[in-house]
């Protein structure tokens, strides 16, 4: 539909399509859509941009015309030691917006698309709507992936993400197969992620196998609704995840399943319908240790004495695991209650044959809030309806593909709204995830609404993101972090820490020049790490951190500052 409403206004376009790259610099290549007809636009633009060496681009920035189409004939591969950007053209301050620039799998006889990108070095996208289906509406196991980075000397690759749209994607939208992966969604939706044929599948994110890793993972003002799960790493978790202002909403199993997480931010969150399946007696039976349901939010424990888990073992859990569970709020719509009440399980006699609705966590993990030094949990909303001005629902296709995951074993595509084709484009979004909630609207931190503000709150928005430096630093003084005053510093810097040699605590000041993700760790000489300070956004600033070495032996150990592309790398002594 939209790509025919494209052609007949391309036509009595008056700006020729050139005139939209004169505006953009040396570095940027502006991408002419694909016309009526034709597929490929975007592969020849990349792929055909390669230095005389085939180790580079010519240009690094690709720009996307919005409201059109490019339609793949091929994934994407971005070659090792380079960074690319994807970037669509804003939304016009005047006149009518057609959306964002999409990026559709073409229909391509005899190629199943493994990949949308698949990238082997650095990677961000920005206003671009990214469709996981081919443009006759076939829908392909497929991902943006990142991969090993075999020119980068230290760390991973870095992904960033922001106001993209994630849709249709049968599988999982993004992937790592790589180690040490740096991500950051901001602003970005994701919708209908989701498998007819199960309910495990349909992810946001997830690792693929057991030798990828993830330094660290933030979402902050995001959207994820109908899926399959949130944002789920079924081998390790990230060394640090940061979930600040989103709105989830129908998720069949979790909002994100972290077991045996190492720092975890969860703040200013609206949860609705999550893990929305329940469980049964028997589903739990080999699953949890304790047979416990796993609940609606999260699920987690304590870390086995025989595992050693991102240099963190048990006993040194509570000193090092930071968790931070505030301002949240958390729902489940009546009609699932009607429907586990009428769920008889023949084979299970009595209460245990029996769904059971999911808390918001289970009693083990609520437990571990009173013991854990670093876990801190307050501004709970439990089952509080926000009241959707228009949820991305669609009833009776949940429930009769609940019903078919428990009883019939059909397939049910419950995606929203389903009477849309996957390639409607349909803009401006159906849905309208504001809400009407009066408790809800003020219960952020600073008095803010809870969940996605960019999206459904947008002049709140304006005002949050002018004093997002505070809110950060408010939740980093949780995590142990202070930030102190001072000018914006002109570059990053790692101050000696003092005193030092130290016994047993010294403190370390460091300054970032700009907004982004920073970690902050300490290793040992053998170069293991031993602890990591501070792993999250952090805002432009002066710093302070406070490494308590009390269960240490006395040595030389290391703290490095990793920020962006640079790292600065310090030695220290501890003496007892």
Request: proline share 4%; glycine share 8%; aromatic share 14%.
């Amino acid at each position: 539909m939209r790509k025919l409403l494209y052609t007949l206004l391309l036509a009595a376009f008056v700006v020729p399509v050139s005139a939209f790259a004169q505006t953009y610099g040396a570095d940027t290549l502006f991408v002419t859509p694909d016309q009526a007809g034709s597929i490929g636009a975007l592969n020849n633009a990349i792929q055909g941009d390669t230095t005389t060496d085939g180790k580079d681009y010519n240009h690094h920035v690709f720009v996307l015309q919005r409201g059109s189409t490019y339609y793949l004939n091929g994934w994407i591969t971005i070659k090792p030691g380079t960074h690319v950007e994807l970037m669509g053209q804003p939304k016009p301050s005047t006149g009518t917006d057609m959306g964002p620039a999409a990026v559709v799998e073409g229909t391509v006889s005899g190629l199943y698309y493994n990949y949308t990108i698949d990238c082997f070095g650095d990677f961000s996208m920005k206003n671009v709507w990214m469709l996981y289906a081919t443009d006759l509406g076939t829908k392909n196991w497929t991902s943006l992936q990142f991969e090993t980075d075999s020119l980068k000397t230290t760390g991973g690759p870095v992904g960033v993400f922001e106001n993209c749209i994630f849709d249709w994607p049968t599988g999982i939208a993004v992937t790592a197969n790589c180690k040490n992966l740096t991500l950051t969604f901001n602003k970005c939706i994701f919708r209908n992620c989701i498998d007819p044929t199960q309910w495990w599948a349909g992810r946001a994110f997830a690792t693929v196998n057991a030798n990828a890793s993830v330094d660290s993972i933030a979402y902050v003002n995001c959207t994820l609704e109908n899926m399959g799960f949130g944002d789920q790493d079924d081998y390790v978790p990230p060394k640090s995840a940061w979930f600040n202002h989103n709105t989830f909403v129908n998720i069949a199993k979790f909002a994100f399943k972290y077991y045996w997480f190492t720092k975890l931010v969860v703040v200013n969150n609206v949860f609705v319908n999550c893990h929305f399946t329940g469980e049964r007696y028997a589903d739990r039976i080999g699953q949890d240790p304790d047979r416990y349901l796993y609940g609606a939010v999260i699920d987690c424990d304590t870390i086995p004495d025989t595992l050693t888990y991102n240099g963190i073992n048990a006993q040194n859990e509570a000193n090092q695991r930071v968790f931070i569970f505030t301002n949240n709020s958390n729902y489940t719509d009546p009609m699932f209650q009607t429907f586990y009440n009428s769920y008889n399980d023949t084979v299970t006699t009595g209460n245990q044959g029996k769904i059971l609705a999911e808390p918001m966590m289970n009693t083990r993990t609520l437990d571990m809030f009173t013991w854990h030094k670093l876990f801190k949990i307050s501004g709970i909303h439990d089952s509080t309806d926000p009241g959707f001005v228009n949820a991305a629902t669609n009833k009776d296709s949940i429930l009769s593909f609940l019903g078919a995951r428990y009883v019939t074993g059909k397939n049910v595509d419950w995606s929203y709204p389903s009477s849309d084709s996957e390639l409607s484009l349909l803009w401006p979004l159906r849905e309208n995830l504001a809400y009407t909630n009066q408790t809800l609207l003020t219960a952020g931190m600073g008095g803010y609404p809870l969940g996605d503000l960019y999206h459904w709150f947008p002049t709140q928005y304006a005002t949050w993101s002018a004093q997002q430096t505070q809110e950060n630093q408010a939740i980093s003084k949780l995590t142990g972090i202070v930030a102190i005053s001072g000018k914006v510093p002109v570059g990053y810097t790692l101050s000696q820490n003092y005193p030092n040699p130290f016994n047993p605590s010294t403190e370390i000041l460091y300054s970032l020049p700009r907004n982004g993700f920073v970690t902050l760790k300490v290793f040992n000489v053998l170069g293991q790490e031993v602890e990591t300070l501070f792993s999250g956004m952090a805002h432009a600033g002066n710093y302070k951190v406070v490494f308590d070495g009390a269960r240490l032996a006395s040595g030389v150990y290391f703290y490095r500052l990793d920020a962006g592309s640079t790292a600065i790398t310090k030695k220290m002594i501890l003496m007892k």
